[in-house]
């Protein structure tokens, strides 16, 4: 193992660690499983760095992911009343049993593998729109041009809302995922309540006029499986601010693994049919989560040798667990498309697995090679030393992926 300096106080929210975060949670996982990092400003947290810890915590009931209970905890810290919106207080990933329960059967069985597989021709569709607007232009960006708006417009379909409000929800969603959800107001205010009078007629829409999309199903579901009007809507602005952001960091993770690493790209494009087996590996290599949601304890917890008190947050660091050398003895910093059993924790693990990972499979194979069939000569327009990630506790998204589609950088149509 290469000598890495011990890490700074506030590690977690430096600059060196987003950019390069691997050396620091080598050392960190050398140290424990679990260690305690300050916060900015007041208190602290317990982050759990190593894979077989960080999946016991994912499962245990005693670390809450319920809303209401964490801001009890911000409320207590800050002396300040602070309430949870309910359009993010009554979806499943911020609720846990008995209410997380029958809204997981709901979800499960509306938001089905089959459902989110007959996306497909969609997803390409939109694929193709985006590319055909970043096509002429001499050193297109990826990340804002084409990873971030994919995974908005098509959850946007999934949820059966009409191409002209597409636009809408790029807006949205943009705004939604720059804001602070406890510190709420201004641009925030504003946004939450455009999308949730929107969402309000499409579900009254749907209530009378039923389509083949993920809010009808939700509507009209059997009696045991029917959501409330509040928890559809909840739903769907989860999908629109959790869902969307990590799939699109995924897809532009994917995107730059593959301007790096051509001959597991050309591998892939001259075997379509290997994708399946190889997305677990891509997963766990990009991370494009770097931690789940937080944790809060409800009694005290014992992760790793290390008891952790009632009412403090614990984060699971998910980069650290898909790159721990316990899990993943060899190499675990490569990308290894014949690694056998890569099973990385980027969609969770327990009763708060993500419910759209299958979704998110399919729209970065498909996002991702729509790129490499139209232009198989792109390249990265900058080196990839060059590449930087935005400051993001949750995601690990790039901020920009710049690129030429040609080789000799002379820019036509002729493709596609």
């Known amino acids: 193992m290469t000598a890495t300096p011990k890490p700074s106080k506030y590690w977690m929210f430096t600059n060196e660690f987003t950019q390069n975060p691997f050396p620091i949670l080598e050392y960190i996982r050398s140290q424990g499983p679990v260690c305690e990092v300050p916060l900015p400003g007041a208190g602290r947290a317990w982050v759990v760095t190593r894979y077989e810890e960080a999946k016991e915590a994912l499962a245990d009931p005693r670390l809450s992911r319920d809303i209401h209970y964490h801001y009890k905890l911000i409320a207590e810290r800050t002396g300040q009343r602070v309430v949870p919106p309910p359009e993010n207080s009554n979806h499943l990933a911020n609720l846990e049993p008995p209410r997380h329960t029958p809204l997981r059967r709901a979800i499960s069985f509306a938001f089905t593998p089959r459902r989110a597989e007959a996306m497909r021709p969609k997803v390409v569709a939109m694929a193709d729109e985006l590319l055909d607007k970043l096509a002429d232009q001499a050193s297109p960006d990826l990340i804002s041009g084409y990873a971030d708006p994919l995974p908005v417009i098509a959850i946007a379909a999934l949820m059966g809302v009409p191409a002209e409000s597409w636009p809408d929800f790029l807006r949205w969603s943009t705004a939604l995922r720059a804001a602070d959800p406890v510190m709420a107001g201004g641009e ?83 075997e379509p049919g290997s994708w399946g087996a190889a997305m677990d590996e891509l997963i766990r290599y990009v991370s494009p989560i770097g931690n789940t949601l937080q944790r809060a304890t409800t009694e005290p917890v014992t992760i790793g ?55 998110a499979k399919v729209i970065t194979e498909v996002g991702t090679r729509r790129v490499f069939e139209r232009f198989p000569e792109v390249r990265l327009a900058v080196d990839p030393s060059e590449l930087r990630y935005q400051q993001n506790v949750v995601t690990r998204p790039l901020e920009t992926l710049p690129v030429r589609w040609y080789a000799d950088n002379a820019m036509s149509r002729g493709v596609g």
């Open 188 to 270: 925030m205010d504003r946004t939450t309540r455009e999308l949730s009078a929107y969402l309000r007629a499409l579900i009254a829409r749907k209530e009378k006029e039923p389509g083949d999309d993920l809010i009808s199903a939700l509507i009209h579901a059997d009696a045991d499986k029917r959501l409330t009007g509040m928890e559809i809507l909840s739903t769907a602005f989860a999908l629109m601010t959790g869902g969307n952001d990590t799939t699109a960091s995924l897809v532009g993770g994917v995107l730059g693994t593959f301007l790096t690493h051509p001959k597991e790209r050309d591998r892939l494009l001259a």
């Open 305 to 359: 040798g290390t008891t952790i008190p009632t009412g403090e947050i614990v984060i699971i660091n998910v980069l650290s667990a898909n790159r721990d050398e316990r899990q993943f003895p060899d190499h675990p910093d490569e990308l290894d498309l014949d690694r056998e059993k890569p099973t990385h924790l980027s969609f969770g693990f327990g009763i708060h697995y993500c419910s759209g990972a299958h979704l």
